[in-house]
């Protein structure tokens, strides 16, 4: 697979994730942040159109030289998706507030990066950063 395609890969695989997060928040977030979490998922969804776009349209959008530069990449991109990938088959595995947290610390790794070339990215990564600051607040 291309680089682009694994990149498209995750950023599914991170709207599962945070879908989940949102379908789970009676358990995760204190009662005042419930309706608002789920308010603003429902706002989300054309910034993960934006970024598809923007992977899958290739130079026209972002530079295979832009990617190679913020290490999303060959084996840069490598290191970053097995560690996502772990902490994804971990979270699943044994499903606790701790490994969720960690994985969406592997999420931001790759997410920050595409945040700083394709627009949509930096909103996926704001309400990330929300839904990971409520749960802290949870605990």
């Known amino acids: 697979m291309s680089d682009r395609t694994d990149l498209a890969d995750f950023m599914v695989s991170v709207k599962d994730?945070?879908?989940q997060v949102v379908e789970w928040r009676d358990l995760l977030f204190r009662e005042e942040l419930r309706e608002p979490i789920a308010d603003a998922w429902r706002a989300m969804h054309s910034a993960f159109d934006d970024v598809r776009l923007g992977l899958v349209e290739g130079d026209e959008v972002v530079s295979e030289q832009a990617l190679e530069r913020i290490g999303l990449t060959g084996?840069?991109?490598?290191?970053k998706l097995i560690g996502f990938n772990g902490a994804w088959d971990k979270f699943k595995q044994w499903g606790t507030v701790k490994l969720l947290k960690r994985l969406l610390d592997w999420i931001d790794?790759?997410?920050?990066s595409l945040a700083s070339l394709i627009p949509g990215a930096d909103a996926i990564?704001?309400?990330k950063d929300a839904a990971?600051?409520?749960?802290e607040e949870g605990e």
């Open 125 to 127: 990564e704001e309400f």
């Open 75 to 79: 084996k840069q991109l490598d290191l």
């Open 132 to 135: 990971k600051q409520g749960i």
């Open 17 to 19: 994730i945070l879908q």
């Open 109 to 112: 790794i790759i997410l920050g």
